[in-house]
């Protein structure tokens, strides 16, 4: 994934926050962890860590923490690379969970709008730990026809992409 | 009361269709994006009748009570598809538009109304033979759709212009066009047909329009996002899937006041009351199954598995053609 993402650096598209498709999509992964749930949920509990544990992530500059209305501007591939912002909604560590929402994409990266998400730690009970990724979205594309780049199944696929190369890079690091 | 009427007192009161070919207990239509499907449910006992093979991407239903037989759009196959009730576990469908999503039926012509998403246009299509009857010109993304009792006029949510437009059923005129919150999505008419509420996904709020007036009188705030609603016209109460919240807002549309939040699966978003049941049923798009919500105690009492990515936006609930006294 760092490789799609470092390939697409100079297309800088802001997007239109409110035109999408008429269908909203969604992308659900998880992974199980040889690991504490503790250990995992600590691995990514603060919004900005993304950028430890994230493959595509090269750089986040985070203001307001963990509360609610916290932003995070994702660089994505390398420092200078695309810019993703993204605001939490939500932060239980009692639940192991938070919820976000994208603010600013860029179509080139990830051709998506509306679009929130779900990352959640959950003890197996047996010493081990699952961890969901969930999103909701619609394609960038607000008219009919989209072009390949930003259909529904691109819009998919590149969240698709951005949750298993997390996931995987996540169980890597807690299965340390 | 015994709000679970027997099938048998149903049968024996049917007044429109005959006996054989009607509705006997509600049956809720859901719409599963991911499968390309239909699930058929009795809402009495809540089995699953049937799960139909309908077009790509289904979303909008609309029961036509009168043929007994249920459109639903197919965004994603610019088609519309329709179940007989007469032929179980089967559908058939005809084109339409590009991207058809708001869908309702005229409760007094053989006329069904289908909202194309991005072409600024409502199509008609006849409800006896599927032949295209026109069209409407409506604002940009027409979403949901809502026909007054007397067939006068259609109101049409334009969601990227946050207004609610009435058009002349008869001359195809916009009557009004009267502004409302951010992105208005669904419509749910009062039952006197003077009010209009329409939920507004960006504002989160839900506009109250006084359709005498024609001007919005109330704004009231439910949750993140919200969808549509559902009134329910004993309490005087309005249900309203929050899609980002995961939850129902219940609100006194005259009052404005909060009177519970009842928490469901991820993304709601059709909802509609059952007189016969006397109970709410929301479809949770993120968590594929239909809830069903008591009005009176304002808890879910049971959640009805569905297909992946259950929407039912519209009047996806057929209620029996009669009601014993």
Not at chain 1, 3 to 15: N, S, Y
Not at chain 1, 130 to 142: A, C, D, I
Not at chain 2, 206 to 235: C, M, N, Q, W
Request: proline share 7%; with cysteine.
């Amino acid at each position: 994934m760092l490789r799609r993402f470092a390939l697409a650096l100079f297309c800088l598209l802001p997007l239109a926050a409110t035109a999408h498709g008429p269908s909203r999509q969604k992308v659900e992964q998880e992974i199980t962890i040889k690991a504490p749930a503790a250990k995992v949920w600590g691995l990514i509990a603060d919004f900005c860590s993304i950028e430890k544990w994230h493959p595509g992530v090269a750089k986040c500059e985070g203001t307001g923490g963990n509360a609610v209305g916290a932003v995070r501007t994702l660089h994505v591939g390398k420092p200078d690379g695309p810019v993703i912002v993204e605001e939490l909604l939500m932060h239980d560590p009692a639940k192991m969970s938070y919820k976000y929402k994208i603010t600013q994409t860029d179509v080139s990266v990830l051709p998506v709008t509306t679009y929130a998400a779900f990352l959640t730690v959950s003890d197996n009970g047996d010493g081990t730990t699952k961890v969901v990724w969930k999103g909701g979205f619609y394609r960038s594309w607000g008219k009919n026809d989209p072009p390949p780049e930003q259909s529904d199944a691109a819009a998919v696929k590149a969240v698709t992409a951005t949750y298993q190369g997390g996931l995987a890079n996540i169980k890597k690091l807690a299965e340390q | 009361m015994n709000r679970r009427w027997p099938t048998v007192a149903l049968l024996a009161t049917v007044g429109l269709c005959s006996a054989a070919r009607c509705v006997a207990a509600p049956l809720a239509f859901v719409t599963n994006q991911g499968p390309d499907t239909v699930t058929v449910l009795d809402l009495a006992t809540g089995s699953t009748q049937a799960t139909v093979a309908v077009g790509k991407d289904p979303a909008g239903v609309a029961w036509d009570a009168k043929h007994q037989r249920v459109f639903v759009t197919n965004p994603g196959g610019a088609s519309v598809s329709v179940l007989e009730l007469a032929q179980p576990g089967q559908a058939h469908s005809f084109p339409s538009g590009k991207s058809p999503l708001g869908i309702a039926v005229d409760p007094v012509r053989d006329r069904v109304y289908v909202a194309d998403f991005y072409d600024r246009q409502v199509e008609i299509f006849s409800t006896a033979d599927f032949s295209p009857q026109g069209r409407l010109h409506v604002g940009n993304t027409p979403s949901g759709l809502a026909p007054s009792a007397d067939g006068r006029w259609l109101a049409v949510a334009n969601r990227d212009d946050d207004t609610v437009a009435l058009i002349d059923l008869v001359t195809g005129e916009t009557i009004a066009t009267i502004p409302v919150g951010g992105h208005p999505f669904g419509l749910t008419l009062s039952p006197d047909g003077r009010t209009l509420y329409s939920a507004n996904v960006t504002s989160n709020d839900v506009s109250v329009v006084d359709l005498e007036a024609r001007a919005e009188i109330r704004r009231i705030k439910v949750g993140d996002a919200p969808y549509a609603s559902a009134l329910d016209p004993t309490r005087g109460q309005l249900f309203v899937t929050n899609q980002q919240s995961g939850t129902v807002s219940v609100v006194n549309p005259l009052t404005g006041v909060t009177l519970g939040t009842v928490t469901v699966g991820d993304y709601p978003e059709g909802i509609q009351y059952s007189p016969s049941l006397d109970r709410v049923f929301v479809a949770s798009w993120f968590d594929n199954a239909l809830y069903e919500i008591n009005p009176q105690t304002l808890q879910l009492e049971r959640t009805l598995p569905c297909g992946d990515g259950s929407r039912a936006f519209g009047v996806f609930i057929a209620e029996p053609a009669a009601r014993p006294q």
